[in-house]
């Protein structure tokens, strides 16, 4: 993609975001605001990229990237005397779009080393990753969504409810309101900082995960810790068959294969456990000698109750006929018509001999 189109995309990213920010906390403050998105975004799009290239996507900072901006955009926000729920919605503007911006410039370049192996050219790359930039921004808000108000369904506050816990969006949100609220507890930011300076003085293999091991909840740390040990069971036993380097590297794929599957499958099975419960009406039938008594009514309306009551059942499905007679038990109960479903039979050959 030529350099101008670039940069035209970026101008108007930059000129819509700055409007989005003043219409939050003011000319002056949305603008800073503007600015500081532009800069680090730059800076941190250099850095995500940069390590993802050399190492990997396993390596890129997004937590630390994202933080150190919106302490950044906070910091910024206070000086200029922006105060409230604005100050904070335009920190956690900014911050957000750092976020994305770095995630998806490591993703790039992670995509720009495996086009490179597959022949693919930098520009089809480009265009594919704008398009699905724009259309995973669309698609995400609704299962998003869908866990948002499974949650408040079930008594829970949403987002940072225990049971819809989001560790990474609640610190983002406890800095940027005690920054922006004047009631930051910097004592503790400040050990943390002397902290993380001992432990890379002390050449610890990996400050970051001592980190996020502190504020991730405890059953996370320990399915990863789970999972780490399950790899060097894996990894042990390998050795001691003897594999040589390329039986340890496909090896080592087959795990991680297997890993991303759990990983997506636990994703996609949380969106459906936290969607909608369905119950269905299925076989319903009375005997002809006990017919006209009332007793298929009675019996869908108790098994109902037991549905919503017992079973936790949100919404009851029955698929009917509409010209079969039982459709008027279930309008009498209290079932509505919701949407109609129209069914195409082609028969084979055979069936059809003998027809005109």
Known sequence: MASKSVFMLIGITFIAMAALYVSFAGVKAGLTAAVVMLIAGFFFCVVSGYLVGMIGSTNNPISGITLSTLIVAALLMVALGVSGQSGVIAVLGVAAVVCVAAAVAGELLQDFKVG??????????????????????????????????????????????????????????????????????????????????????????????????????????????????????????????????????????????????????????????????????????????????????????????????TLGAETLVMVADPEYPAIRLYRSVGFSDSESQLQAERRPIEDRAGET
């Open 116 to 309: 490179y192996i597959l022949g693919g050219t930098p520009r089809t790359i480009q265009l594919v990753e704008l398009i699905a930039v724009v259309v995973a921004a669309l698609v995400m808000y609704f299962p998003l969504l869908i866990l948002y108000k499974s949650n408040i369904a079930h008594g829970g506050t949403g987002f940072g409810d225990p049971a819809l816990s989001a560790p990474q969006a609640s610190l983002m949100a406890f800095l940027a309101k005690g920054i922006v609220g004047g009631d930051m507890a910097w004592p503790l930011v400040i050990v943390g900082i002397f902290l993380g300076l001992t432990m890379i003085l002390l050449q610890v293999k990996s400050p970051m995960l001592v980190s996020v091991g502190m504020y991730l909840p405890f059953g996370t740390t320990s399915a990863i810790f789970v999972g780490g040990m399950i790899r060097w069971l894996a990894d042990t036993l390998a050795e001691r068959k003897g594999f040589h380097g390329a039986q340890m590297a496909r090896f080592g794929n087959v795990g991680v294969l297997i890993a991303s599957g759990l990983i997506a499958g636990e994703a996609l099975m949380g969106l459906v456990t936290a969607g909608p419960a369905l119950a269905r009406f299925q076989l319903v039938e009375t005997h002809p000698e006990l017919r006209g008594r009332g007793l298929a009514g009675t019996l869908v309306h108790q098994v109902s109750r037991y549905g919503f009551d």
